[in-house]
Protein backbone atom coordinates (compact mmCIF):
# COMPACT_ATOMS: atom_id res chain seq x y z
CA UNK A 1 0.00 0.00 0.00
CA UNK A 2 1.43 3.47 -0.84
CA UNK A 3 1.58 5.80 1.94
CA UNK A 4 -1.09 8.22 2.40
CA UNK A 5 0.71 11.41 1.93
CA UNK A 6 -1.99 13.32 4.02
CA UNK A 7 -2.37 11.03 6.78
CA UNK A 8 0.37 13.56 9.14
CA UNK A 9 -2.88 16.27 9.39
CA UNK A 10 -5.30 13.70 10.39
CA UNK A 11 -3.02 13.47 13.35
CA UNK A 12 -1.91 16.67 13.96
CA UNK A 13 -6.25 17.75 13.45
CA UNK A 14 -6.31 15.37 16.43
CA UNK A 15 -3.96 17.05 18.30
CA UNK A 16 -5.77 20.23 18.49
CA UNK A 17 -8.81 19.10 18.97
CA UNK A 18 -7.70 17.12 22.18
CA UNK A 19 -6.26 20.66 23.40
CA UNK A 20 -9.08 22.75 21.96
CA UNK A 21 -7.35 24.58 19.48
CA UNK A 22 -8.76 24.06 16.00
CA UNK A 23 -9.88 27.34 14.54
CA UNK A 24 -12.72 27.26 12.47
CA UNK A 25 -14.67 29.62 9.75
CA UNK A 26 -17.64 31.10 10.63
CA UNK A 27 -19.45 32.92 7.50
CA UNK A 28 -20.71 36.18 8.86
CA UNK A 29 -24.35 37.07 7.93
CA UNK A 30 -25.13 39.50 6.00
CA UNK A 31 -27.01 41.71 7.81
CA UNK A 32 -26.00 40.88 10.90
CA UNK A 33 -27.98 41.69 14.28
CA UNK A 34 -24.68 41.30 16.74
CA UNK A 35 -22.63 44.43 18.13
CA UNK A 36 -19.47 44.09 16.04
CA UNK A 37 -16.49 44.33 18.56
CA UNK A 38 -14.53 41.77 16.54
CA UNK A 39 -13.80 43.55 13.18
CA UNK A 40 -11.11 45.90 12.45
CA UNK A 41 -13.62 48.70 11.21
CA UNK A 42 -12.16 50.68 13.90
CA UNK A 43 -14.07 54.05 11.46
CA UNK A 44 -17.35 52.40 10.43
CA UNK A 45 -16.50 53.19 6.83
CA UNK A 46 -16.70 49.76 5.33
CA UNK A 47 -20.44 50.32 4.87
CA UNK A 48 -20.46 53.86 4.18
CA UNK A 49 -22.35 55.01 1.33
CA UNK A 50 -19.76 56.81 -0.22
CA UNK A 51 -17.47 54.02 0.10
CA UNK A 52 -19.41 51.38 -1.23
CA UNK A 53 -20.08 53.53 -4.38
CA UNK A 54 -16.62 54.33 -5.15
CA UNK A 55 -16.24 50.77 -4.75
CA UNK A 56 -18.63 49.44 -7.17
CA UNK A 57 -18.27 52.38 -9.28
CA UNK A 58 -14.37 51.27 -9.30
CA UNK A 59 -14.88 48.11 -10.91
CA UNK A 60 -17.53 49.01 -12.75
CA UNK A 61 -15.01 51.32 -14.45
CA UNK A 62 -11.72 49.08 -14.71
CA UNK A 63 -13.06 45.58 -13.97
CA UNK A 64 -13.49 43.38 -10.81
CA UNK A 65 -10.36 42.28 -11.25
CA UNK A 66 -7.11 44.44 -11.74
CA UNK A 67 -6.33 41.49 -14.31
CA UNK A 68 -1.93 41.49 -14.35
CA UNK A 69 0.37 42.54 -11.67
CA UNK A 70 1.25 46.03 -11.34
CA UNK A 71 3.97 46.04 -13.34
CA UNK A 72 2.39 44.63 -16.61
CA UNK A 73 -1.39 45.87 -16.52
CA UNK A 74 -2.60 46.12 -12.90
CA UNK A 75 -1.91 49.72 -12.69
CA UNK A 76 -4.67 52.21 -13.19
CA UNK A 77 -5.02 55.76 -12.71
CA UNK A 78 -6.77 55.05 -9.64
CA UNK A 79 -3.71 53.21 -7.60
CA UNK A 80 -1.22 55.62 -8.92
CA UNK A 81 -4.13 58.22 -7.07
CA UNK A 82 -4.59 56.17 -3.82
CA UNK A 83 -0.26 55.94 -3.95
CA UNK A 84 0.09 59.93 -3.89
CA UNK A 85 -3.51 60.26 -1.69
CA UNK A 86 -1.93 57.74 1.07
CA UNK A 87 1.52 59.67 0.79
CA UNK A 88 -0.27 63.32 1.26
CA UNK A 89 -1.94 62.38 4.33
CA UNK A 90 0.53 60.28 6.10
CA UNK A 91 3.27 62.97 5.65
CA UNK A 92 5.17 60.43 3.35
CA UNK A 93 7.30 61.75 0.47
CA UNK A 94 5.94 58.14 -1.84
CA UNK A 95 3.72 55.12 -0.84
CA UNK A 96 3.62 51.71 -3.09
CA UNK A 97 -0.24 49.91 -2.73
CA UNK A 98 0.04 46.29 -2.80
CA UNK A 99 -2.60 43.51 -2.32
CA UNK A 100 -2.33 43.13 1.14
CA UNK A 101 -0.92 44.79 4.72
CA UNK A 102 0.17 41.18 5.03
CA UNK A 103 2.45 41.31 1.18
CA UNK A 104 3.17 44.88 2.01
CA UNK A 105 5.39 43.75 5.24
CA UNK A 106 6.81 40.77 3.41
CA UNK A 107 7.70 43.11 0.82
CA UNK A 108 9.24 45.85 3.62
CA UNK A 109 11.74 43.78 5.04
CA UNK A 110 12.86 41.85 2.62
CA UNK A 111 13.58 44.72 0.48
CA UNK A 112 14.80 46.91 3.11
CA UNK A 113 16.70 43.76 4.24
CA UNK A 114 18.55 43.88 0.41
CA UNK A 115 18.56 42.54 -2.80
CA UNK A 116 20.83 39.86 -4.33
CA UNK A 117 23.87 42.05 -5.28
CA UNK A 118 23.68 42.82 -8.80
CA UNK A 119 26.63 45.03 -8.78
CA UNK A 120 29.47 42.24 -7.95
CA UNK A 121 30.44 43.72 -4.41
CA UNK A 122 28.56 42.02 -1.99
CA UNK A 123 26.25 44.49 0.53
CA UNK A 124 26.30 42.92 3.94
CA UNK A 125 22.87 41.67 5.28
CA UNK A 126 21.60 43.82 7.86
CA UNK A 127 20.88 42.80 11.48
CA UNK A 128 17.17 42.83 12.27
CA UNK A 129 16.19 43.82 15.54
CA UNK A 130 12.41 42.97 15.72
CA UNK A 131 9.90 43.46 19.06
CA UNK A 132 8.62 40.01 20.45
CA UNK A 133 5.05 41.21 20.18
CA UNK A 134 5.45 41.89 16.36
CA UNK A 135 2.68 40.37 13.77
CA UNK A 136 3.16 37.68 12.02
CA UNK A 137 3.33 39.41 8.63
CA UNK A 138 6.64 41.46 10.22
CA UNK A 139 7.70 37.64 11.70
CA UNK A 140 7.57 36.11 8.23
CA UNK A 141 9.56 38.90 6.63
CA UNK A 142 12.00 38.39 8.90
CA UNK A 143 12.31 34.60 7.91
CA UNK A 144 12.08 35.39 4.22
CA UNK A 145 14.36 37.78 4.36
CA UNK A 146 17.05 35.52 5.88
CA UNK A 147 18.64 38.16 7.80
CA UNK A 148 19.92 37.97 11.16
CA UNK A 149 16.96 38.29 13.70
CA UNK A 150 17.24 39.79 16.78
CA UNK A 151 13.95 39.99 18.97
CA UNK A 152 14.28 41.61 21.85
CA UNK A 153 12.01 42.25 24.65
CA UNK A 154 8.26 43.91 24.02
CA UNK A 155 8.48 47.16 23.43
CA UNK A 156 11.90 48.24 24.91
CA UNK A 157 13.67 50.54 23.66
CA UNK A 158 17.01 50.72 25.26
CA UNK A 159 16.95 46.79 24.49
CA UNK A 160 16.96 47.86 20.66
CA UNK A 161 19.36 50.51 21.69
CA UNK A 162 21.90 47.92 22.76
CA UNK A 163 21.47 45.91 20.23
CA UNK A 164 21.94 47.95 18.03
CA UNK A 165 25.19 49.19 19.90
CA UNK A 166 26.31 46.07 19.99
CA UNK A 167 26.06 45.41 16.41
CA UNK A 168 28.50 46.37 13.54
CA UNK A 169 27.31 47.55 9.94
CA UNK A 170 23.92 47.65 8.37
CA UNK A 171 20.89 47.03 10.57
CA UNK A 172 17.24 47.91 10.71
CA UNK A 173 14.66 48.02 13.66
CA UNK A 174 11.20 46.69 13.09
CA UNK A 175 8.20 47.60 14.90
CA UNK A 176 4.24 46.86 15.05
CA UNK A 177 3.22 51.01 15.80
CA UNK A 178 0.15 49.55 17.90
CA UNK A 179 0.28 45.70 18.88
CA UNK A 180 -2.49 43.90 17.72
CA UNK A 181 -2.96 41.46 20.58
CA UNK A 182 -3.12 43.99 23.64
CA UNK A 183 -3.63 47.08 21.75
CA UNK A 184 -0.53 48.58 23.20
CA UNK A 185 1.72 51.33 21.37
CA UNK A 186 5.51 51.06 20.71
CA UNK A 187 7.99 53.37 22.10
CA UNK A 188 8.30 54.91 18.77
CA UNK A 189 10.30 58.27 19.28
CA UNK A 190 12.62 56.39 21.96
CA UNK A 191 13.13 53.76 18.99
CA UNK A 192 13.52 56.48 15.92
CA UNK A 193 16.16 58.09 18.57
CA UNK A 194 17.98 55.02 19.01
CA UNK A 195 18.26 53.88 15.07
CA UNK A 196 19.25 57.42 14.62
CA UNK A 197 22.09 57.26 17.14
CA UNK A 198 23.08 53.92 15.26
CA UNK A 199 22.29 54.51 11.69
CA UNK A 200 19.88 51.98 11.62
CA UNK A 201 16.40 52.09 9.70
CA UNK A 202 13.10 52.14 11.23
CA UNK A 203 10.37 50.21 10.01
CA UNK A 204 6.87 50.66 11.55
CA UNK A 205 3.68 48.83 10.31
CA UNK A 206 1.05 51.08 11.37
CA UNK A 207 -1.87 48.63 10.64
CA UNK A 208 -3.37 49.82 14.23
CA UNK A 209 -2.52 53.58 14.25
CA UNK A 210 -4.04 54.84 10.47
CA UNK A 211 -7.34 56.10 11.57
CA UNK A 212 -7.07 55.93 15.18
CA UNK A 213 -3.72 57.88 15.77
CA UNK A 214 -2.25 61.24 15.21
CA UNK A 215 -4.01 64.37 13.65
CA UNK A 216 -7.34 63.46 12.24
CA UNK A 217 -5.90 59.75 11.78
CA UNK A 218 -2.84 60.42 10.05
CA UNK A 219 -1.51 57.59 12.54
CA UNK A 220 1.25 56.61 14.93
CA UNK A 221 3.88 57.87 13.11
CA UNK A 222 2.71 61.06 12.35
CA UNK A 223 1.63 61.33 15.15
CA UNK A 224 5.54 60.55 16.81
CA UNK A 225 6.48 63.12 14.85
CA UNK A 226 8.34 60.76 12.09
CA UNK A 227 6.29 61.01 9.10
CA UNK A 228 8.83 61.49 6.04
CA UNK A 229 11.93 60.82 7.94
CA UNK A 230 14.94 60.16 5.89
CA UNK A 231 15.45 57.10 7.70
CA UNK A 232 11.68 55.53 8.80
CA UNK A 233 9.54 53.18 6.69
CA UNK A 234 5.46 52.72 7.03
CA UNK A 235 3.23 49.74 6.63
CA UNK A 236 -0.33 50.31 6.72
CA UNK A 237 -2.80 48.04 5.91
CA UNK A 238 -6.53 49.06 3.51
CA UNK A 239 -8.49 47.02 5.69
CA UNK A 240 -9.28 48.13 8.93
CA UNK A 241 -9.56 52.24 9.43
CA UNK A 242 -10.42 52.29 5.85
CA UNK A 243 -12.54 49.43 5.93
CA UNK A 244 -11.20 48.36 2.14
CA UNK A 245 -8.86 45.51 1.59
CA UNK A 246 -5.31 45.88 0.55
CA UNK A 247 -2.18 47.49 2.21
CA UNK A 248 0.82 49.88 1.36
CA UNK A 249 4.53 50.80 2.07
CA UNK A 250 4.97 54.60 2.85
CA UNK A 251 8.67 55.92 3.08
CA UNK A 252 11.00 58.27 1.04
CA UNK A 253 10.92 58.01 -2.77
CA UNK A 254 14.17 56.47 -3.23
CA UNK A 255 12.61 53.42 -0.99
CA UNK A 256 9.72 53.09 -2.96
CA UNK A 257 11.59 53.10 -6.03
CA UNK A 258 13.96 50.16 -4.76
CA UNK A 259 10.53 48.20 -3.69
CA UNK A 260 8.50 48.18 -7.22
CA UNK A 261 11.57 46.60 -8.47
CA UNK A 262 13.03 44.34 -5.20
CA UNK A 263 9.46 43.90 -3.79
CA UNK A 264 8.61 39.97 -4.73
CA UNK A 265 5.16 40.17 -3.18
CA UNK A 266 4.85 43.32 -5.59
CA UNK A 267 6.60 41.93 -8.74
CA UNK A 268 4.43 39.03 -8.76
CA UNK A 269 1.41 39.20 -7.29
CA UNK A 270 -2.23 40.45 -9.42
CA UNK A 271 -2.20 44.35 -8.43
CA UNK A 272 -5.16 45.21 -5.85
CA UNK A 273 -8.43 45.18 -7.20
CA UNK A 274 -10.05 48.32 -8.41
CA UNK A 275 -12.76 48.42 -5.87
CA UNK A 276 -10.54 47.92 -2.95
CA UNK A 277 -8.81 50.56 -4.86
CA UNK A 278 -11.30 53.24 -5.15
CA UNK A 279 -13.04 52.14 -1.30
CA UNK A 280 -10.17 53.14 0.48
CA UNK A 281 -9.64 56.17 -1.69
CA UNK A 282 -13.03 57.34 -0.73
CA UNK A 283 -12.32 56.29 2.96
CA UNK A 284 -9.21 58.81 3.24
CA UNK A 285 -11.87 61.47 1.40
CA UNK A 286 -13.94 61.09 4.34
CA UNK A 287 -11.71 60.79 6.96
CA UNK A 288 -10.48 64.13 5.66
CA UNK A 289 -13.64 65.62 5.71
CA UNK A 290 -14.63 64.10 8.73
CA UNK A 291 -11.13 64.36 10.95
CA UNK A 292 -13.25 63.53 14.54
CA UNK A 293 -14.13 60.16 13.24
CA UNK A 294 -10.31 59.17 14.97
CA UNK A 295 -11.10 61.07 18.50
CA UNK A 296 -14.27 59.35 18.30
CA UNK A 297 -12.94 55.98 18.25
CA UNK A 298 -10.04 56.70 20.84
CA UNK A 299 -12.65 57.59 22.91
CA UNK A 300 -15.15 54.56 22.72
CA UNK A 301 -11.92 52.00 23.40
CA UNK A 302 -11.00 54.30 26.77
CA UNK A 303 -15.07 54.35 27.52
CA UNK A 304 -14.88 50.81 27.10
CA UNK A 305 -11.72 49.62 29.12
CA UNK A 306 -12.87 52.63 31.89
CA UNK A 307 -16.37 50.46 32.11
CA UNK A 308 -14.55 47.10 32.58
CA UNK A 309 -12.03 47.90 34.62
CA UNK A 310 -13.79 49.79 37.22
CA UNK A 311 -15.96 46.37 37.93
CA UNK A 312 -12.72 44.52 38.07
CA UNK A 313 -12.02 43.50 35.10
CA UNK A 314 -8.07 42.99 33.86
CA UNK A 315 -7.69 44.83 30.85
CA UNK A 316 -4.98 46.99 29.27
CA UNK A 317 -4.84 50.53 28.93
CA UNK A 318 -6.02 51.05 24.90
CA UNK A 319 -3.38 53.45 23.07
CA UNK A 320 -5.49 52.85 19.94
CA UNK A 321 -8.74 51.19 18.96
CA UNK A 322 -7.80 47.52 20.84
CA UNK A 323 -9.01 46.27 23.83
CA UNK A 324 -7.78 43.08 25.68
CA UNK A 325 -9.15 41.64 27.92
CA UNK A 326 -7.57 38.85 30.07
CA UNK A 327 -9.01 35.61 30.28
CA UNK A 328 -8.73 32.90 33.29
CA UNK A 329 -7.86 30.01 30.63
CA UNK A 330 -8.32 29.33 27.03
CA UNK A 331 -11.34 27.47 27.49
CA UNK A 332 -12.84 30.26 29.96
CA UNK A 333 -11.91 32.87 26.87
CA UNK A 334 -13.86 30.42 24.62
CA UNK A 335 -17.06 30.58 26.67
CA UNK A 336 -16.75 34.06 27.66
CA UNK A 337 -16.73 34.88 23.76
CA UNK A 338 -19.39 32.44 22.88
CA UNK A 339 -21.71 33.53 25.79
CA UNK A 340 -21.14 37.46 24.52
CA UNK A 341 -22.21 36.30 20.83
CA UNK A 342 -25.36 34.45 22.26
CA UNK A 343 -26.23 37.88 23.53
CA UNK A 344 -25.54 39.66 20.92
CA UNK A 345 -22.11 40.84 21.18
CA UNK A 346 -19.16 39.52 18.50
CA UNK A 347 -15.86 40.21 20.09
CA UNK A 348 -12.80 38.13 19.27
CA UNK A 349 -11.30 35.67 21.69
CA UNK A 350 -7.24 35.29 21.30
CA UNK A 351 -5.22 32.23 23.29
CA UNK A 352 -2.60 29.77 22.38
CA UNK A 353 -0.89 29.64 19.69
CA UNK A 354 -1.83 32.73 18.54
CA UNK A 355 -0.65 34.42 21.73
CA UNK A 356 2.85 33.45 22.62
CA UNK A 357 2.86 34.35 26.11
CA UNK A 358 -0.36 31.89 26.87
CA UNK A 359 -2.68 34.19 28.31
CA UNK A 360 -5.93 34.08 26.82
CA UNK A 361 -7.78 37.22 26.19
CA UNK A 362 -10.97 38.68 24.80
CA UNK A 363 -10.42 41.21 22.17
CA UNK A 364 -12.66 44.10 21.71
CA UNK A 365 -11.94 46.41 19.19
CA UNK A 366 -13.53 50.25 19.15
CA UNK A 367 -15.68 51.68 16.71
CA UNK A 368 -16.09 55.43 16.08
CA UNK A 369 -19.63 54.92 15.16
CA UNK A 370 -20.89 53.24 18.77
CA UNK A 371 -23.28 54.88 20.00
CA UNK A 372 -22.91 56.00 23.77
CA UNK A 373 -26.11 54.05 24.50
CA UNK A 374 -24.21 50.80 23.10
CA UNK A 375 -21.00 51.26 24.20
CA UNK A 376 -22.73 50.96 27.69
CA UNK A 377 -24.41 47.68 26.60
CA UNK A 378 -21.62 46.24 25.08
CA UNK A 379 -19.27 46.45 28.39
CA UNK A 380 -22.33 44.95 30.48
CA UNK A 381 -22.45 42.24 28.47
CA UNK A 382 -18.93 41.37 28.87
CA UNK A 383 -19.45 41.95 32.43
CA UNK A 384 -22.87 39.58 32.90
CA UNK A 385 -21.02 36.84 31.17
CA UNK A 386 -17.72 37.34 32.63
CA UNK A 387 -16.36 33.54 34.32
CA UNK A 388 -16.05 33.98 38.15
CA UNK A 389 -12.54 35.10 38.98
N1 LIG B 1 -0.02 44.08 10.51
C1 LIG B 1 -0.81 44.04 11.59
C2 LIG B 1 -0.32 44.63 12.87
C3 LIG B 1 -2.09 43.46 11.49
O1 LIG B 1 -2.88 43.41 12.57
C4 LIG B 1 -2.51 42.94 10.25
C5 LIG B 1 -3.89 42.35 10.06
N2 LIG B 1 -4.23 41.34 10.90
C6 LIG B 1 -1.63 42.97 9.17
C7 LIG B 1 -0.40 43.57 9.33
C8 LIG B 1 -1.98 42.38 7.84
O2 LIG B 1 -2.76 43.25 7.11
P1 LIG B 1 -3.75 42.67 5.99
O3 LIG B 1 -4.90 42.10 6.75
O4 LIG B 1 -4.10 43.86 5.17
O5 LIG B 1 -3.01 41.63 5.24
Given at each position: ??????????????????????????????????????????????RHPEVTEAAAG??????????????VTGTTALH???????????????ALVFSSGYAANLAAVTALCGPP????????????????????SLIDGCRLARAETAVVPHADAEAVRK???????????????????????????????????????????????????????????????????ADVVATVTLSKSLGSQGGAVLGPARVIRHLVSHARTFIFDTGLAPAAVGGALASLAVLRREPGRA?????????????????????????AAVVSVRAPSPEAAVRWAADCRAAGLAVGCFRPPSVPDGVSRLRLTAR????????????????RTAPAA
Open positions: MPQDPFDWIDAEHERRLAAGLVRTLRPRPADSPLVDLAGNDYLGLTAARRWGAGATGSRLTRLEESLAGFCGFEANLSGSSPSVPLVVSDAGNHATLGAHEGRALAVTDSVFSVDGDAAPLAALAEACREHGAALLVDDAHGLGVLGEGGRGAVHAAGLAGDARVRHVATELHRRLTAAGLTAVRPDADLTDRQIEEAAGTVL
